[in-house]
């Protein structure tokens, strides 16, 4: 299934329902990850709703003049091929200092074991190389984007 053909189902879902569709607003279709393995493993465990939130670096929104994703929005997780694999609906996104990430949050993002030190060192890692990419630099105030999700539909 695409992600267009999962939102236009759940949007006649909605509307069978007596909702308006313009009630449901879609913020974008994306995949977790930068390799098959992992983007599949990441996806899994949304799935199973183990990874209920992720985290991105801030400055990268500000570089593409990109907007932040808002509470109540409806985005698609996309595996490995590009298939929709589930909608999330994200509950809240709060800005906050790469070093102040609280520990709560880094077992929320479902990795690893879970812990604060493992969410540290391996956010760090992929923030150092996805900045130098575009010529930036990682601080340890860096401001992080962090967000928390429901899975809303899985796809079968």
Known sequence: MTAAELWREFLEQKQAQGYEAEAFQ????FQFGIEDKMIDDLAQLIKDSIKTATASAYPMYE??????PQADTYSIVLGSHGEAVCLIRTTDVTLVPFDQVSAQHAYKE????RSLAYWR???EDFFKQELAQVDLSFTSQMLVVCEEFQVVKIVE
Do not use: M, P, W
């Open 63 to 68: 570089l593409e003049g990109a907007a932040l």
């Open 110 to 113: 479902g990795e690893g074991d």
């Open 121 to 123: 060192q391996v956010h």
């Open 26 to 29: 879609f913020y974008e279709a």
